[in-house]
């Protein structure tokens, strides 16, 4: 498993690269208080990795949390109703 998760995470490095090295005209990103000059290959990965973050962080908002909250508040529930062994 760690072979194959260290293979994808190469082919992930590689495509970025070959995504920053064929895209490298200059643009200029204008964020009201300031402007950023870089290249569109740079842009590009940034945009792409913000929203992977975003979108992790949405379907951990979303998702997981409520699912663990149930999780905690079914244990306690279990644990507290929890069988006697009898002899």
Do not use: H, K, W
Request: glycine share 10%; hydrophobic share 55%.
């Amino acid at each position: 498993m760690r072979l194959l998760r260290f293979f994808i995470a190469i082919a992930c490095l590689a495509a970025g690269a070959i995504v920053g090295a064929l895209n490298r005209a200059p643009v200029v990103i204008d964020l009201g208080f300031s402007r950023l000059p870089t290249n569109l290959g740079v842009s590009l990965l940034i945009a792409l990795l913000l929203g992977v973050l975003i979108g992790g962080l949405a379907i951990s908002a979303s998702v997981v949390l409520p699912l663990r909250r149930r999780l905690v508040r079914a244990e306690r529930q279990g644990a507290s109703v929890a069988p006697t062994s009898g002899s």
